[in-house]
């Protein structure tokens, strides 16, 4: 808002109209070890088109599953697993061509420790996609990644942490009203222990099924783009992020490997209108010049915003739940 210049008032408007109309959502996301949960997988497959809505079904129905997809071409889906079997019994349902043929599943360490270099560096991070559109710098949170699991806790404090009753308190929570738009000051106490813990994400996410119908300068974000590809042997995570997000020419909304593969999800801007539009042609060659020299075996899948159905989107109240009930 300082740096806008925008007058306060109108600075409020513009964002409770954002959010009352559904482009921007305020969303809790839980810290999968704090809610039991050891391994998260990613899945992209290609089912037969009169297969596809029985394959993002199947995926919904998993209670595990936070984010479930159905493009023209892909499923893609998020699940989270609370225990190395359920991990496993879905990769072989996945295996099985249950839902359609897997180009790739990524399964990732929920709990790595703090300081390593994270499985999921880019966890459906949108603020570096919206300045790309918009031809500003992000932030330096940017890119943010899955919440790493919470600094360890006090005697003092454990009562409060450990309660998952005060994490679906939460979850249930209209965080759609103006008051909570700018920040949860009417979160009780015992709640924003959850919070500053780690246990407990704020973050504001941007529905891209709707994405499509902006434009801006002659540009709109018109596809999502997925990559697929294997580290090569001289190539590692740790080099991957910096040359991929330096520069303006890449800001993934999704970045997660297992050490070996590599999925990449990113928001890709297309011309609407010539006038006072400009894309730059040399600047898609120089992603796909830096994804090659990391990566190997590519696939790249595009698929319209305008047709992308989000089956299931950001369900983690359900998670929380499920911890609450075991």
Known sequence: ?????????????????????????????????AIGVPCIS???????????????????????????????????????????????????????????????IVSVNANQPRGSVSQVPVYFDFEGAWSRFCGLSASKRY??????????????E??????PSTMVSL??????????????????????????????EWRVYLDISRLHLFEYRGLAIQDIVFVIGKLKDSSSM???????????????????????????????????TVKNASLGGRQRQSVIEKMARHLEDIEVIREPLALLKMRVAHRYDVLVRAADHD
């Open 42 to 104: 990613f899945l992209v497959s290609r089912p037969s088109a009169e297969k596809a809505n029985s394959a993002v079904e199947t995926l919904s129905r998993i209670p595990g599953t936070v984010e479930a997809w159905l493009g023209t071409q892909i499923v893609f889906a998020v699940v989270f697993h609370n225990t190395a079997g359920a991990r496993e019994a879905f990769q072989r349902m996945a295996a099985d061509g249950k839902v359609g043929e897997p180009r790739v």
């Open 1 to 33: 808002m300082r740096t806008s210049g925008i007058p306060r008032t109108t600075y409020r408007n513009a964002k409770h109209r954002m959010y009352s109309e559904g482009l921007l959502e305020g969303l809790l996301i839980p810290n999968p070890g």
């Open 238 to 272: 740790a080099e991957l992020i910096p040359d991929l997000v330096s520069g303006r020419s890449l800001r993934p909304i999704l970045l997660v490997s297992d050490g070996t593969s590599v999925l990449l999800a990113s928001l890709d801007i297309g011309l609407v």
């Open 143 to 156: 890119p943010c990644p899955l919440p790493p699991p919470p600094q360890p806790i006090t005697r003092r």
């Open 158 to 163: 454990r009562p409060q942490r450990e309660n």
């Open 171 to 200: 979850f249930t929570r209209d965080l759609s009203r103006p008051s909570h738009l700018t920040s949860l000051s009417s979160v009780p106490r015992s709640q924003l222990r959850n919070l500053r813990s780690g246990m407990v």
